[in-house]
């Protein structure tokens, strides 16, 4: 079984910087496509980012591209999304996910990642 555990979430001001991680347990952590989807209040839910098993190829919603870049560290079976330029919109929960499946050249709906995390808060006040 494979877990998939957030930290880093928080409290910042618009124009601010965050970075949430994602450690991988279970299985190995080279066998899955990471990403990140994340829910607000009141909308839908929406894929943010994904890298690829190997980091070959990154995928980003037009909403953060050009602000959040997605990575991991298959050495350290950790995930990361750096946030920068934060806007009070990017208020959401955001949650790890991963998937067996390759990519296939995009950004997976939020409902096709096979596993996903508990969440953690990321909050930008105006």
């Known amino acids: 079984q494979v877990l998939l555990a957030e930290s880093g979430g928080g409290l910042v001001q618009t124009g601010g910087s965050l970075r949430v991680s994602c450690e991988v347990s279970?299985?190995?952590?080279?066998?899955?496509?990471m990403g990140w989807f994340r829910h607000a209040p009141g909308k839908e839910r929406e894929s943010v980012a994904a890298?690829?098993?190997?980091?070959?190829?990154?995928h980003y919603a037009d909403s953060v591209k050009d602000r959040f870049i997605i990575s991991r560290d298959n050495a350290k079976n950790t995930a990361y999304l750096q946030m920068t330029s934060l806007k009070p919109e990017d208020t959401a929960v955001y949650y790890c996910?991963?998937?067996?499946?390759?990519?296939?050249?995009?950004?997976?709906?939020?409902?096709?990642?096979?596993?996903w995390g508990q969440g953690t808060q990321v909050t930008v006040s105006s």
């Open positions: 996910v991963a998937k067996e499946k390759p990519l296939s050249g995009r950004l997976p709906g939020p409902g096709e990642w096979d596993y």
């Open positions: 890298i690829s098993h190997s980091a070959y190829s990154r």
């Open positions: 279970g299985r190995t952590f080279g066998d899955y496509a």
